[in-house]
Every structure is written in C-alpha cells, then in structure tokens.
C-alpha cells in the first residue's frame, strides 16, 4: 500500500462506520420473507440443501429453548455458511501487502470490528447468543460492509460479494443454520448505549427483545434490575456479596466510591505526594479475593472553575505505596510516573 491510500482508507472506513451503526442499531421488525429467502441464497450460494422450515424466535431465550431439541434440526451449518465465507474473505485481506508505517485494507477491517462504535456494541450484543454458533445478521455490518465498500471501491474484485448475507444485513437478524431447520431471531425492540456503543442506560432497560425481555447495562456490563431502576436502595452489602467482579466494578460507580468508602471500614496504610492508599476492610463473608485497595488522588490540572478534583481509583492488592497506585492506573512503574506531567 502506497501512503497516498490511507486517506482513502480513513474515508471508506469512516462511511462504513456511520452506515454499520445504523444497522446495529436497527430495531425495526425483521422482514420476515425477505429475510427467509436472503437466508435461501446464503444455502445456495454455498451450495448446501435449502432448509425446510424456518423457526422464528423473538429473543435469544426463546432460541435457547428451542435448542434444546437441537438434534431434530440436523447438522449445523454455521461453519459452511457463515464463518468460512468471511474467513476467506480476510484472507484475502491479509494477501495484500503492508509496511510497518502504512496500514492496508486487512488492518482497517480489524479496526473496524474491534475498535469501532459499531463493532464494539457487535460484540457486546453477542454475549446473548446461546451456545450454538449464530450468524448475527443485521450486526454483522461491521465486516460485511467492510468487504462491500472494499470491493467497489478500491477494486478488490477477489473478496466474495456475499450477496445472500448482505441480503440478510438489511431484512433479518440473527440465524443460526441448520441442515434441516434455520431458527430465526428477531431484531431487538429497543437498543440504548453510551458514547463508546457499549450498552448502556440510566433509569431503564438498554436492551429490549420483542418477547418483552428487559435487561439492564450500565457501560456495558449487566446489572440487576435494582441496580438501575432503584439506585438508591442499594447497600454496600449488594455490593460486598456480589461474586462477580465486573458487575461489582459497575455496582460501585452506580454507588459511588467515596459512599461506599464512607459506610465500610477503611484504613489509611500509605501516605505520600501522590495522594493516600486505602484498604477496605471488609468481613470475611464477603465474596472479595482479597480487602480492596484504592488510591485517593487530587487531580493536579484544575477544573474551568479553578477547583481540582478528588479521584478514587481501584488498584491491584499487590500495590504497596500510594505512588505505585497511582503509577499503576497510567500504566507506568512508580518512578517513571510524574504527576506534574500526567494527562
């Protein structure tokens, strides 16, 4: 790749990712026969028989139940029919040569579901798949627009046009194929994120599916209803007792750290210019591996009002300074870490 191409990389990239969040986003209702015979062509295309009925499914719980009879539906197809068509498709990618300064068409498509908006709420989303290998249509904007705009843009006529699922992209949502029978799920009712396209609402359900099955996200992760819905009844013992650790880490921003600090026992072990080391004390019951420690650090660039602001932030148990702490959250070693020229 030439440096004149990454501009025009930067450019399709950027359409691909205002178009693929439309899609994610979609929570219109499938088109049901378009979808049906877009699911059709993915078959022949691949040259696999025409399943003999579809199953329609309004959340992925429901898929799930159905699943459990799994064996009457035949083989699954997932490999055949989705997984190896993209598969070729980025290698065709990777075939097309880069340097170490100029970044070509394979890196971009990696970016591009990885790392953006939309392929970030892609993989977010697909966290709810139940076990089966699924095709995520409507969500798979993020590769397959990737390999469209490719393709008649910059005139990479070897990656495959993939027709029967981009027919999918813009009728359907998640599929999962079988040799008999393809269970077909329908698109979410309602779909809320934060500014990264992570889930994500304050006061009510992120994610609806058309059963009527609300769930809670705060950035991401899934909390309890209560913890959305009723904030202020939680305790800290919700979140002492809570096992997992992501959703203990959003039950306490949910809280509040400085609260949760103020209604525990908590201890001053380290002092310095940085800030304080604290450590939660907390009774053995409590589903923590080991009594959490924080560093309380004053931010040292000023708000517009002149004031600075007091952070907490969780470190590892290992830390043993309030420096290292706070060394550690900028990812450096205690004397590399300056606060007077920290970001």
Known sequence: ?????????????????????????????????????????????????????????????????????????????????????????????????????????????????????????????????????????????????????????????????????????????????????????ERPKAIHTDSEGLLHLEGGPALSWRCGLPLYFWHGIEVPSKAILFPDALNHQDICTCANIEVRRALLEIYGLERFISETNTKIIHEDETGQLLKLDLPRNFKWSADPLIVRVLNSTPEPDGSFNTYLLSVPPNVGTAKEGVAWTFGMEPLEYDPLIQT
């Open 1 to 185: 790749m030439t440096e004149g191409a990454l501009p025009r990389l930067e450019e399709i990239m950027e359409r691909v990712e205002e178009a693929a969040w439309k899609f994610v986003t979609c929570t219109d209702p499938c088109d049901r026969k378009a979808a049906e015979n877009a699911v059709r062509l993915i078959y022949s295309e691949r040259g696999a028989d025409l399943p003999k009925r579809f199953i329609w499914c309004n959340s992925p719980n429901e898929a799930a139940e159905h699943l459990k009879s799994v064996a009457e539906f035949g083989e699954s197809q997932i490999n055949n029919l989705w997984l190896y068509p993209r598969s070729i498709a980025a290698q065709k990618l990777r075939l097309i040569p880069e340097d170490n300064e100029v970044q070509g068409p394979y890196s971009f498509y990696r970016q591009g579901i990885y790392r953006s908006k939309s392929g970030l709420l892609r993989e977010n989303l697909r966290s709810f798949a139940p076990i089966v290998a699924f095709g995520y249509g409507c969500q798979d904007a993020p590769w397959l627009l990737t390999f469209s705009h490719f393709r008649s843009e910059l005139q990479i006529s070897a990656l495959p046009e993939l027709k029967g699922l981009n027919a999918l992209l813009r009728t359907g949502g998640w599929f999962a194929p079988f040799s008999k029978a393809c269970i077909m799920i």
